[in-house]
C-alpha cells in the first residue's frame, strides 16, 4: 500500500512568487490535512480536508490557500511569497469514520526555500 | 483553541538510560493525545498514544501517562538506545476536528552510546 506522497519534495522561489505543492494521500484516505514545520515552531496546522470541503483552518494569512479533489488529492497554494515562508510543508491523511485511529500518516514533505 | 507546551526542547541520555518528556495542554476537551517520533530527514510517525478514558498505555519500552485533572501527559522511554534518538512531538485533539493535531514544539532526544 502506497504511503502519503508530497511533490515536488524541494523548490527554491523568489519573494513574491507563488508556489503549488501536491499530495496523494494513502487509498482510501478521504481526509488530508496540511502543516508547516520550521525550526522551533514545530507543526502549526495549515488546514484540512474531507470530502472536497474546507473543515478547519490554522492561523495563515491568506495567501495560504488549499483545495481538495473528488479523488482526495490535495493542493495548497501560497501566494506572494515571503522570506518566512521557507519551511517543510507537510501533508498528512487520515481515515474518516469506521476504522479511523485518530492517526495521521504523514509524507515525507515539500521544502520550500524562499530567497 | 488548544495551546500545548512541551519539555525539555533538548534531552541527552546515555545508552540504557530512561528519557522523559512532559506535555501539557490548555483545552478540557482534548481527549486525544498522540506521539510522534521524526528522524532526521523523515517523516514524521506516530509510536504511541493515549485517550482520555486510560491513564496509562504501555508499548514494550514505551509508555505513556495521561492525568486529565492537570492535563499533562508525559512520555515514558526505558533502555534508551542509540537509534532512539530523534525528535519526539506531543499533540492534543478532541471533539470531531478530523485532522487537526496541536502539537508541541517538539524534544530533540540524543542518545549517546
Known amino acids: 500500500k502506497a504511503g502519503v506522497t508530497q511533490t515536488p519534495r524541494y523548490l527554491i522561489k523568489t519573494r513574491g512568487q507563488q508556489v503549488t505543492l501536491s499530495c496523494s494521500p494513502i487509498?482510501?484516505?478521504?481526509?488530508v490535512s496540511w502543516y508547516q514545520q520550521t525550526p522551533g515552531q514545530g507543526l502549526q496546522f495549515l488546514f484540512e480536508?474531507?470530502?472536497?470541503?474546507?473543515?478547519n483552518k490554522g492561523n495563515f494569512p491568506g495567501r495560504f490557500s488549499g483545495r481538495q479533489f473528488s479523488n482526495s488529492r490535495s493542493e495548497m497554494n501560497v501566494s506572494t511569497l515571503e522570506l518566512g515562508d521557507s519551511a517543510l510543508y507537510l501533508c498528512?491523511?487520515?481515515?474518516?469514520?469506521?476504522?479511523?485511529?485518530?492517526?495521521?500518516?504523514f509524507g515525507e514533505g515539500s521544502r520550500l526555500t524562499v530567497l | 483553541g488548544e495551546n500545548v507546551e512541551q519539555h525539555p526542547s533538548t534531552l541527552s541520555v546515555q545508552e540504557g538510560d530512561s528519557a522523559v518528556i512532559k506535555c501539557t495542554y490548555s483545552?478540557?476537551?482534548?481527549?486525544?493525545f498522540p506521539w510522534y517520533k521524526q528522524e532526521l530527514g523523515k517523516r514524521p510517525q506516530l509510536i504511541i498514544d493515549?485517550?482520555?478514558?486510560?491513564g496509562e498505555k504501555k508499548d514494550q519500552r514505551i509508555a505513556v501517562t495521561l492525568n486529565k485533572t492537570a492535563k499533562h501527559f508525559s512520555l515514558h522511554i526505558t533502555e534508551t538506545q542509540p537509534e532512539d534518538s530523534a525528535v519526539y512531538f506531543c499533540?492534543?485533539?478532541?471533539?470531531?476536528?478530523?485532522?487537526?493535531?496541536?502539537f508541541g514544539r517538539g524534544t530533540q532526544l540524543t542518545v549517546w552510546p
Open positions: 498528512a491523511s487520515s481515515k474518516v469514520g469506521r476504522g479511523n485511529t485518530g492517526e495521521l500518516f
Open positions: 487509498s482510501g484516505h478521504r481526509s
Open positions: 480536508y474531507f470530502s472536497e470541503t474546507q473543515r
Open positions: 483545552d478540557s476537551a482534548s481527549n486525544y
Open positions: 493515549i485517550r482520555s478514558n486510560v
Open positions: 499533540a492534543a485533539s478532541g471533539g470531531s476536528t478530523l485532522g487537526r493535531l496541536y
